[in-house]
């Protein structure tokens, strides 16, 4: 299994919980990056999270995963990529 970044999109109170976690796919696709699809999120601040290069947060492509195996936390989301990931969940899980 190749290690890839992430954006945990789960709740602390669900994380506290539950033995899982809820992702969402983090790429650094220049494809992705020059034309973000409906839910992508292009971090503006991807430097201070600990990637490698600009990157997207895919919030359409979540996934679940054991806890145990998530190894390394790189870094948090700045408050505006935040706001930015949050609103994108919204739209594409049809929240209001």
């Known amino acids: 299994m190749k290690r890839r970044p992430a954006c945990i999109v789960s709740s602390s109170a669900y994380n506290d919980q539950e033995p899982d ?10 494809n992705r990056l020059q034309r973000p699809g409906v839910g992508d999120v292009v971090l503006g601040d991807w430097q201070s999270t600990g990637l490698l290069r600009p990157s997207v947060v895919r919030t359409w492509r ?35």
């Not at 679940?64 to 990931?85: K, S």
């Open 21 to 30: 976690v809820m992702l969402a796919m983090v790429t650094s696709s220049r």
């Open 62 to 96: 979540i996934f679940a995963i054991e806890r145990r195996l998530l190894t390394l936390t790189l870094g948090n989301l700045t408050p505006t990529d935040l706001a930015a990931v949050d609103q994108a969940l919204k739209a594409v899980l049809g929240l209001p």
